[in-house]
């Protein structure tokens, strides 16, 4: 498929105007690209969840982002005790994609009423600070969910609970794709729906707010209570 035919590079009215030309070059007047990093919580040969972020993948790098998306297959559980987890590759990897972004898209499947292991393992090896620095802190966080059957928000009410925990700006706007096995053409892209729809106000929205943001993560990760405690010493 061509990138003049893919959806994801084409989003135009019946005028043929460009739908995101202003988000887009909100993000081009930053000094440097939004480094976005994408999280999936499945390790199935067939993932749903996975094909949805390989879709946001596509929409941010259509917006002019810098974006990884990580595999979490290979990473083990956090505190395992047959493993050395600090030192472990898959370990490593995510907490290097976690310190380079900027801002960050989970998806999760829902798995009986709520998001998978899969996805919280992923963010149970994130550490709240590590040597002064707060890893998540002030970043912008975007979520979604895929679901079997139909519309749920289970996984995505978890999400932005954790989302809080990790003192992250989880956007207001979600995502949650019902019945995702219908929503998938033969070549593992998102069908034209409301639901297509939905997703890129998603991503619209955690780049608005990225952008808007960026200038203040300096004044946002500035704490009183640390100050305080700084003064004492």
């Not at 310190?99 to 393992?121: D, L, R, V």
């Not at 219908?182 to 619209?204: I, M």
Request: glycine letters at 6%.
């Amino acid at each position: 498929m061509s990138l003049d035919n893919d959806w994801c590079y084409k989003i135009a009215s019946e005028k043929g105007n460009d739908e995101l030309a202003k988000t887009r070059v909100m993000q081009e007047n930053l000094a440097n690209p939004l480094r976005v990093l994408v999280l999936y919580g499945s390790n199935r040969e067939k993932s749903y969840s996975r094909l949805l972020s390989f879709e946001v993948a596509r929409l941010l790098h259509y917006l002019g982002c810098d974006v990884r998306v990580y595999d979490p297959r290979g990473l083990p559980l956090r505190d395992d005790p047959s493993i050395s987890t600090s030192t472990h590759p898959k370990v490593n990897e995510l907490l290097d994609c976690i310190a380079w972004s900027q801002a960050q898209f989970w998806c999760s499947p829902e798995q009986h009423g709520n998001m998978t292991g899969i996805m919280k393992t992923m963010i149970d090896h994130i550490p709240l600070s590590s040597q002064a620095i707060r890893p998540t802190q002030g970043k912008v966080l975007a979520i979604a969910q895929v679901s079997g059957g139909s519309q749920s928000f289970n996984a995505l009410n978890s999400m932005r609970i954790l989302g809080r925990w990790m003192r992250m700006f989880t956007i207001p706007n979600q995502a949650s794709l019902p019945k995702a096995y219908t929503q998938f053409t033969a070549e593992g892209r998102l069908t034209n729906s409301s639901n297509r729809s939905r997703l890129v106000d998603v991503v619209e929205e955690l780049v608005k707010i990225s952008c808007i943001l960026q200038d203040h993560q300096a004044i946002l990760g500035d704490r009183f209570s640390e100050r305080k405690e700084s003064y004492k010493n």
